[in-house]
């Protein structure tokens, strides 16, 4: 399943920078409103005994309205990823990206427990403007530590941009994030990628808050490639 992007154009002068000729630069580009197709819910209501702290209260949030630059596409479907630990479990890797986030049985991949990462490589720098993660929907289940990041170098020894890390009392050695925890849910999670430029895309988790596991059923990057 394709996921579409409904245009809604929207011309936004974004860029703005002064020389010291007081001359001024414009560029314009247009945005157009990033509208994610969502899988079915797989349950309804949340569950009232998540004991876990810093969990943020989705039940009274609003998805917020998100804008791309025109163009904007999935620009991680089908491409190369690899995970730490043994092969999966259940599954394979290419469940990641194949554009099915249902959540149903044979949807997802199943790594080993612990502290895991997967890493996408876009295959070239993208600008990234945002990053949509499903764990894993089909209950309600909090998956702890989860840190995106991304970077150009393939190892993340350098030039390492993190984007989201809600784990925070750094037990898994990234630094202390100040993102929330949440519940999983058919609308998975949100991320701005706030435009970088980037080839590689790293996705942290530790377990669940029903085992020690880790799954993802779908990740979309929406980006471009840079020129
Ligand atoms: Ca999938
Ligand atoms: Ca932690």
């Known amino acids: 399943m394709n996921n579409i992007i409904f245009m809604q154009?929207?011309?936004?002068?974004?860029?703005?920078?002064?020389?010291?000729?007081?001359?001024?630069?414009?560029?314009?580009?247009?945005?157009?409103?990033?509208?994610?197709?969502?899988?079915?819910?797989?349950?309804?209501?949340?569950?009232?005994?998540?004991?876990?702290?810093?969990?943020?209260?989705?039940?009274?949030?609003?998805?917020?309205?998100?804008?791309?630059?025109?163009?904007?596409?999935?620009?991680?479907?089908?491409?190369?990823?690899?995970?730490?630990?043994?092969?999966?479990?259940?599954?394979?890797?290419?469940?990641?990206?194949?554009?099915?986030?249902?959540?149903?049985?044979?949807?997802?991949?199943?790594?080993?427990?612990?502290?895991?990462?997967?890493?996408?490589?876009?295959?070239l720098p993208c600008y990234i403007y945002a990053i949509a993660v499903w764990h894993y929907h089909s209950k309600a289940r909090v998956y702890y530590d989860v840190i995106v990041q991304i970077s150009d170098d393939p190892d993340f020894i350098i030039g390492v941009q993190t984007l989201f890390n809600n784990d925070y009392d750094n037990s898994s050695g990234y630094g202390a994030g100040k993102d929330l925890n949440y519940i999983e849910t058919s609308e998975g999670r949100l991320i701005d990628g706030r435009g970088f430029k980037s080839r590689y895309v790293r996705l942290h988790s530790n377990g669940n808050t029903d085992n020690d596991l880790n799954h993802y059923t779908e990740v979309e990057i929406y980006g471009k490639p840079a020129d």
């Open 9 to 123: 154009r929207i011309p936004i002068f974004f860029i703005i920078f002064f020389n010291f000729n007081s001359a001024i630069f414009i560029r314009a580009q247009d945005l157009q409103r990033l509208e994610i197709r969502y899988p079915l819910p797989m349950y309804v209501g949340t569950p009232k005994d998540m004991k876990v702290e810093r969990l943020e209260k989705t039940w009274e949030l609003n998805r917020p309205v998100f804008y791309v630059p025109e163009g904007t596409y999935n620009v991680a479907q089908n491409k190369w990823i690899v995970s730490t630990g043994e092969a999966p479990v259940i599954g394979d890797l290419e469940l990641i990206n194949d554009g099915d986030k249902e959540g149903m049985e044979g949807s997802y991949v199943e790594l080993s427990p612990g502290q895991q990462y997967i890493t996408i490589d876009l295959e």
